[in-house]
């Protein structure tokens, strides 16, 4: 008879996640709800993560983590480092939670980080697991997060915030179909700073790389403005020409 393999958690090593949406107002970032915690004064809130299994690969540990934690599924996934400081884990909440859910709530944990571009549409998180709650939440308000989830996320704005400037990843968080003035709200949210409206459209349109679709908006309180689309093919062609600056 076969014997069955238990797989078996590792306790040193993790993977978090850094899910980030555009709800075309805000830049949305993807937590969990750990629930009550004993210390008051601490962030309940947390990026989805957790330690991986023996017979399981990064990847593979972190879209189960991902599917477990908040039930998102079909996303992809980019690695953008590792965390490793040896206090990592040293707010006293943390701790105690941890005797809570871990075998070994001593041990030390070096976290593989993994971030997302979707479109909040297409996904409807739900917690499961440890997670009371997953939610989305505005990027640039939170100023507090479990462990050191925090520098994760700011090391996941940075490295978002340089994409940008060499590919337009944005419109990986946008509808089909937008305006430019949602594209230009998406851009603020990234950077993190106001760009000015007339340069910024001057400068897309000088990229070519949007399809105006000659339609308008429906069932809007304001003036219904034009819908465009992102160009992949024109993209390709700027691409292959050796064109790389798309910052702002």
């Given at each position: 008879?076969e014997?069955?393999?238990?797989?078996e958690?590792?306790?040193n090593v993790?993977v978090d996640?850094?899910?980030?949406?555009f709800d075309?107002?805000?830049?949305?970032?993807?937590?969990?709800?750990?629930g009550e915690?004993a210390?008051?004064?601490s962030s309940?809130?947390?990026l989805?993560?957790?330690?991986i299994?023996?017979?399981?690969n990064?990847?593979q540990?972190?879209y189960?983590?991902?599917?477990?934690l908040?039930?998102?599924t079909?996303?992809?996934?980019?690695?953008?480092?590792?965390?490793?400081?040896?206090n990592?884990?040293c707010k006293e909440?943390d701790k105690?939670?941890?005797?809570s859910?871990?075998a070994?709530p001593?041990a030390?944990?070096?976290?593989v980080?993994y971030?997302?571009l979707?479109?909040?549409?297409d996904?409807m998180p739900?917690?499961?697991?440890f997670?009371?709650?997953?939610e989305?939440?505005p990027?640039?308000?939170?100023?507090d997060?479990a462990?050191?989830?925090?520098?994760?996320?700011?090391g996941a704005?940075?490295n978002?915030?340089?994409?940008?400037?060499?590919?337009?990843i944005?419109?990986n968080?946008?509808p089909?179909?937008?305006t430019?003035?949602?594209l230009?709200?998406?851009y603020?949210s990234?950077?993190?700073?106001?760009?000015d409206?007339?340069n910024?459209?001057r400068?897309?349109q000088?990229?070519?790389i949007l399809t105006n679709?000659?339609e308008k908006?429906?069932?809007v309180p304001h003036?219904?403005?034009?819908?465009?689309?992102?160009n992949?093919?024109k993209?390709?062609?700027?691409?292959q020409?050796?064109y790389?600056n798309?910052g702002?």
């Amino acid at each position: 008879m076969e014997k069955k393999i238990v797989s078996e958690l590792n306790p040193n090593v993790s993977v978090d996640c850094v899910i980030f949406g555009f709800d075309l107002e805000k830049l949305n970032v993807l937590v969990i709800d750990r629930g009550e915690i004993a210390v008051e004064s601490s962030s309940r809130l947390a990026l989805p993560g957790n330690l991986i299994y023996n017979n399981e690969n990064l990847d593979q540990a972190a879209y189960r983590v991902l599917e477990e934690l908040t039930g998102l599924t079909n996303i992809y996934l980019e690695q953008i480092g590792a965390f490793g400081d040896p206090n990592r884990i040293c707010k006293e909440a943390d701790k105690v939670w941890l005797q809570s859910i871990r075998a070994e709530p001593e041990a030390r944990v070096i976290t593989v980080a993994y971030f997302s571009l979707v479109k909040m549409e297409d996904y409807m998180p739900h917690a499961s697991s440890f997670a009371k709650n997953a939610e989305w939440v505005p990027a640039n308000d939170i100023t507090d997060l479990a462990f050191d989830h925090f520098d994760i996320l700011q090391g996941a704005k940075f490295n978002l915030k340089q994409k940008i400037k060499i590919q337009p990843i944005g419109f990986n968080l946008l509808p089909e179909k937008f305006t430019l003035s949602q594209l230009h709200k998406l851009y603020e949210s990234i950077l993190d700073k106001p760009l000015d409206k007339r340069n910024f459209r001057r400068k897309i349109q000088k990229l070519d790389i949007l399809t105006n679709l000659n339609e308008k908006q429906a069932g809007v309180p304001h003036k219904p403005s034009e819908l465009y689309k992102f160009n992949e093919a024109k993209y390709q062609d700027i691409i292959q020409n050796g064109y790389n600056n798309f910052g702002f």
